[in-house]
T-cell receptor, first 115, second 115 residues
Framework: GAVVSQHPSWVICKSGTSVKIECRSLDFQATTMFWYRQFPKQSLMLMAT?????????EQGVEKDKFLINHASLTLSTLTVTSAHPEDSSFYICSASENPYNEQFFGPGTRLTVL | AQKVTQAQTEISVVEKEDVTLDCVYE???????LFWYKQPPSGELVFLIR??????QNEISGRYSWNFQKSTSSFNFTITASQVVDSAVYFCALSENTGGFKTIFGAGTRLFVKA
């Protein structure tokens, strides 16, 4: 199947710093990328949908100024958690698809810990 | 409104037992897609199956089988002769066009298979 990578796989940062997470589709062009957040023992919560070349669509309750999403190319989307705080600590997962109705291919996830 | 219900929070079985994971969905669209994903302890999501709303045929893949019934809005997943390696969290998901494509995940069912 198609491969999606995420970098970094884990990050620990101090409160108040910004963290950038990259999501790349390695062997296909992803017109759409999705960002999810998963708290321990909970389901995936969709944060935003990102289409290449346009602004991301955020889900209700997700602060767009807090979670900056950029989808500058068909193979790369980035999520920047700005001024991170301990409550932002979570497992962030991206997914990518060539067609929104096709299966999404998921990245391995990034575990963010904010001290 | 789009909704996916996985009523079983946790299931514990002994190896070689059959187990069925339930999934009930709600949607107003006539065109939609249903998915099952596996999330092992490593955290990375693994795609298992995609079904579109016009294809009610059941599917079998090795020890896995899926039963899609539109009449009851259910898309259940059965593992036959379970193995310890099947231990994971399984998510059912629904994708539809609601002014932008997005996929909603159920809460997940944690499956424990004991040797």
């Amino acid at each position: 199947g198609a491969v999606v990578s995420q970098h970094p796989s884990w990050v620990i940062c101090k409160s108040g710093t910004s963290v950038k997470i990259e999501c790349r589709s390695l062997d296909f062009q992803a017109t759409t990328m999705f960002w999810y957040r998963q708290f321990p023992k909970q389901s995936l919560m969709l944060m935003a949908t990102s289409n290449e070349g346009s602004k991301a669509t955020y889900e209700q309750g997700v602060e767009k100024d807090k979670f900056l999403i950029n989808h500058a190319s068909l193979t790369l989307s980035t999520l920047t958690v700005t001024s991170a705080h301990p409550e932002d600590s979570s497992f962030y997962i991206c997914s990518a698809s060539e067609n929104p109705y096709n299966e999404q291919f998921f990245g391995p996830g990034t575990r963010l810990t904010v001290l | 409104a789009q909704k996916v219900t996985q009523a079983q929070t946790e299931i514990s079985v002994v190896e070689k037992e059959d187990v069925t994971l339930d999934c009930v969905y709600e949607t107003r669209d006539t065109t939609y897609y249903l998915f099952w994903y596996k999330q092992p302890p490593s955290g990375e999501l693994v795609f298992l199956i995609r079904r579109n709303s016009f294809d009610e045929q059941n599917e079998i893949s090795g020890r896995y089988s899926w039963n899609f019934q539109k009449s009851t809005s259910s898309f259940n997943f059965t593992i036959t002769a379970s193995q310890v390696v099947d231990s994971a969290v399984y998510f059912c998901a629904l994708s539809e066009n609601t002014g932008g494509f997005k996929t909603i995940f159920g809460a997940g069912t944690r499956l424990f298979v004991k040797a």
